[in-house]
């Protein structure tokens, strides 16, 4: 009876912890609508920043970040602008988006562009770096598109809707529909996709919580909540890692030392 007992309370602990409350593994960016200005929030695991009002713009919700944070506005009258991963503003201003894209809310880069999706038509469009040169790719087909992120693993874009959709559709740059999954509610806001481990993250919006899922649909942690909605993202750009010469050289300079070392301890 006392092992059955003991199995149960195993099985009960496990399934608690694959819901567990826990935030992501990366610094996650977000921009928040508070009112009639945009701030910023950081989370950091379960640690949520105090908002952090916007520099350039009253609504600079389309947030691409690689190697520093960059915004534009959801308006065609609101500029955004260039910060630094600790949302230092540089100075450097970005035009409004074109009018013909409505309401964009979220944004992502792979590092050569950045891209957002029009809320109202679900067309992904490719800018440059600084919001400019805007080429329309493809029409995803999910209205209310509310969020977007880059897959650096695949290359791809992924995108959820708030009102008309609970799927999480994943898209070639050519929009070809790679792969689809149903979280189960609408009301989704700003993806992001982690690339520590691979996984993405959005607000619910009914909630304003945060959820963590697998590329395959697997919700895998909730929380921490964060004080509104808008756009979100990691910091995409890869980790530098030393090259593989670098690496040799560095081991060779250790073993020269080391016989170094063993030929005065000889002597």
Known sequence: MGNKIGLLAALVAASLTATAQTGPTSTLYLTIDQGAYSYFQVVQGNSVSAPVRTSYGTD??????????????????????QYTLGLTPTGTSYAPLPGFISQPDDGTSDGTHNYVVDTQGGIVYQTARDFTNVVPLFNSGLPFAEGITYDPVNKSLWICS????????????????????????????????????????????????????????TLLSLGPFVSGSGGAEFNLAPTTTPEPGTLIMFGSGVLSLAGILRRKIKL
């Not at 600079?60 to 506005?73: C, K, L, N, Q």
């Not at 929009?175 to 999954?181: A, H, I, R």
């Open 60 to 81: 600079e919700f389309p947030i691409a970040v690689w190697g520093d944070v960059r915004t534009d506005g959801n308006d065609p009258t609101i500029p955004g602008g």
């Open 162 to 217: 708030y009102f008309q959709s609970t799927f999480i559709d994943d898209f070639s740059l050519s929009g070809t529909l790679l792969s689809s999954f149903d979280v189960g509610h609408s009301d989704n806001f700003g993806l992001a996709m982690d690339p520590a481990d691979h996984t993405l993250w959005l607000t619910n919006n009914s909630t304003l919580e945060l959820e963590q899922y697998s590329t395959t649909g």
